[in-house]
């Protein structure tokens, strides 16, 4: 199939690479050329241009504001996607501008789906990404062997935005469980017991899961290097917030640990790990 | 002085009448047309648009709902071409709002200052707002004749942008202080000690506050009539939080309390005074 891709970080290379071994023809548009590198793909002058020649095309940037550019904006998607053709987003955006996306894009009959993932970079190296997907099931059932392609578990939640609440909700869950991890790291330090041998204790209990296997290691060894970086769960939980704020559902939780992302964007650790969540109750 | 006021709901309407009441010469501009009939009958002028409001004025004023609606109105207020032109936005909006209106009115020749108060309708009506300013030392030493008709307290608290963030600040301390009182009635009504003893006894120490004395009665007598209306308390403590989000600061007590009111608008007592959030503790803890 002819397939496009459009931001090529370190989710996207992965996940292009992934269709391209699997026999996809690949066009690439990206803002800085230098970040295709040695992608075989046929590169494209704009998003506009990369849309006229492909049937599906998927999108991994950072913000709303992002993808409405390279979907709506000047030379954007929308200005050379047939009727008929598939834009794939799979950028954590707010649920709202997913909406607004797939709006403006049905009154061309171009489809969208909002695709978000889970799994971080080596999710997107092994292939085994979650991928939740909002928008119409016959169009997910179109593009599923591309999606097959990148991830293990692609679950249909529901209309256009619906990935987005899921993802939203991912995020609650996995950052309140760093912060959760934090704090249970820093308070065996504190009452002077060995971390490494609470993380490894816990991980056999009912407290297992994969934050503390993956991150309470990361505290346990202070190696704070990204993995995720901090300031793009800063960036998330301005999203979920403002989704818990539009639906009324107090997240009194979620509220406290966006307040200790704040403080560690603060510290200039934005572009470390989100582990560094320990770093912030060391600070006090 | 010749001003234009724009907005003319619940604190515009008596902030109005009080700069006739001062002797200036006001021309009015309302989105529905009806809410400016009392001040018409007051003996104010009304016009069409908001570049009408400004026009042939040496000062404008907006007291509108929320950034989208003062960015909008002083639009029009530029486009009036009106020299020497000081505008002045009452509303409550967030701090990076006011800046770039301030910056989009300075490329048109006009001068700027956000002024956002505190005192609620009883304020406006009294003349006895507390303002708080942010522009220019001239530009509010022009405005300032116009705010002495409306408040007390008038401060000139620093540049483009300082009046909401003094705002912002005032909403912190309001809403915490609501939720500190609400909770302490709660923490004194589950041990079984009468409220009203409570609230007495700490009036004399240094518990004491304009919001222990005033709102703390008004939850003793069950009157959640608003006042300040808890979803607007909410739409300000989210401009606390978002600015909060951008700048990179910490501050848990704010985040949960803006939930609280998150909660209060969720289940319907948006309407209601924000003191209400008392009966939200209730429930949460069995009380009703």
Partial sequence: MNTGFIGLGAMGRPMARHLHRAGHELAVWARRPESIGDLPARVCATPAELGRCCEVVFTVVTSSADVEAVALGKDGLIEGMAPGSVLVDCSTIAPDAARHIAARLAGKDIHFLDAPVSGGEQGAIDATLAIMAGGEAAVLDRVRPLLDCLGQRIVHIGPNGAGQVAKACNQMIMVAAIEAAAEAMRLAAGAGVDCAKVRQALAGGSAASRVLDVMGERMVRRDFSAGIEARLHHKDFGLVLEAARQSGVPVALTAVVAQQLNALMAQGWGRDDTSSLLRVLELV | ?288
């Fill in chain 2, 1 to 288: 002085m010749k001003i234009g006021f724009i907005g003319l709901g619940i604190m515009g309407r008596p902030m109005a009448l009080n700069l006739i009441k001062g002797g200036h010469a006001v021309t009015v501009w309302a989105r529905r047309a009806e809410s400016m009939q009392p001040l018409l009958d007051a003996g104010a002028k009304g016009v069409a648009s908001p570049a009408d409001a400004a026009r042939g004025n040496e000062l404008v004023i907006s007291m509108v709902a929320d950034a989208p609606d003062v960015a909008e109105v002083m639009r029009g207020v530029a486009s009036a071409g009106q020299s020497g032109l000081v505008a002045v936005d009452m509303s409550t909006i967030a701090p990076a709002a006011a800046r770039k209106i301030g910056e989009d009115l300075a490329a048109a020749g006009v001068d700027f200052i956000d002024a956002p108060v505190s005192g609620g309708e009883v304020g406006a009506i009294a003349g006895t707002l507390s303002i708080m300013a942010g522009g220019s030392e001239a530009a509010f030493a022009k405005a300032k004749p116009a705010f002495e008709c409306m408040g007390k307290n008038i401060v000139h608290v620093g540049a483009s942008g300082a009046g909401q963030v003094t705002k912002a600040a005032n909403q912190i301390v309001t809403g915490m202080g609501v939720l500190a009182v609400a909770e302490a009635f709660a923490f004194a009504a589950k041990n079984g000690v009468d409220r009203s003893k409570v609230r007495e006894a700490l009036l004399g120490g240094f518990a004491y506050s304009k919001i222990l004395e005033n709102h703390g009665q008004r939850m003793l007598d069950r009157n959640f009539k608003p006042g300040f209306k808890s979803w607007m308390h909410e739409k300000d403590l989210n401009i606390v939080m978002q600015t909060a989000h951008e700048l990179g600061l910490c501050l848990p007590g704010s985040a949960a309390t803006a939930q609280m009111f998150n909660a209060m608008v969720g289940s319907g007592m948006g309407e209601e005074d924000s003191i209400a959030v008392l009966k939200l503790l209730e429930r949460l803890s069995g009380q009703e």
